[in-house]
């Protein structure tokens, strides 16, 4: 093995463009303590190195636990079996790239909650906001000269219900915290289209 002092990508940067005899056909990046969830998806680290495998050409998992899990089997265990599926899969692995590109891979993201067994399952979702902006409230207005606060509304990643019964959620973070694994196709360019996400569904099955 060899380390790399400095961000994630530069692992990847450093194995494709410099290391490597040849470049690998999936990159791993992970897995990391922490869940990347809504806003965190642009500063993670995680996704960062799995991103830059992708604009190299080459697909990529990106795998993260929620804060303060012990036991990452579960996840180990489902990542593996994503990495076989790609290699023994000719239509999974033409998946993992953007359709009509051969030099762009799909980044699939993916976070396990604490909860037990894994949790209720595998949802495909897309990237939603942990932070939510209202509105405003007047602080001062002294001499014409108006003082605003910017209200928000914050969802803790961190707090999830295992238990919940909750169903319909449409996001990463509605997901996570009712207790579901959950799957974000990614591009270089942000959130993939709904019709391309689709495609991933049956990854969410061999959770």
């Known amino acids: 093995a060899t380390a790399i002092e400095g961000f994630p990508a530069d692992t990847v940067l450093w194995a494709v463009l410099t ?20 806003e965190s998806v642009r500063f993670s680290g995680t996704v960062g190195a799995a991103l830059w495998g992708a604009r190299l050409g080459i697909p990529a998992i990106a795998a993260n636990v929620q804060f303060g899990v012990s036991d990452y089997l579960p996840a180990a265990t489902f990542v593996a079996r994503v990495v076989d599926h790609f290699r023994t899969n000719k239509g999974f692995r033409k998946r993992m790239r953007e359709k009509g590109s051969t030099s762009h891979g799909i980044v699939l993201n993916m976070n396990f909650p604490d909860c037990p067994e894994g949790g209720r399952g ?24 108006k003082t605003w606060s910017l209200e928000r509304t914050t969802t803790n990643t961190n707090i999830v219900d295992c238990l919940s019964t909750f169903k319909d959620v449409t996001s ?16 270089d360019e942000g959130q993939i289209s709904s019709r391309a996400m689709k495609q991933f569904k049956l990854v969410t099955k061999l959770y």
């Open 122 to 145: 595998m949802e495909l979702v897309t990237v939603g906001r942990a932070i939510v902006y209202t509105g405003h409230t007047l602080l001062d207005d002294i001499g014409g000269v």
């Open 172 to 187: 990463d973070v509605d997901a996570f915290i009712n207790g579901f694994a959950t799957l974000t196709p990614l591009s």
């Open 19 to 38: 290391s490597l005899p040849q470049p690998p056909e999936l990159v791993v990046a992970g897995i990391n303590a922490g869940q990347t969830l809504g």
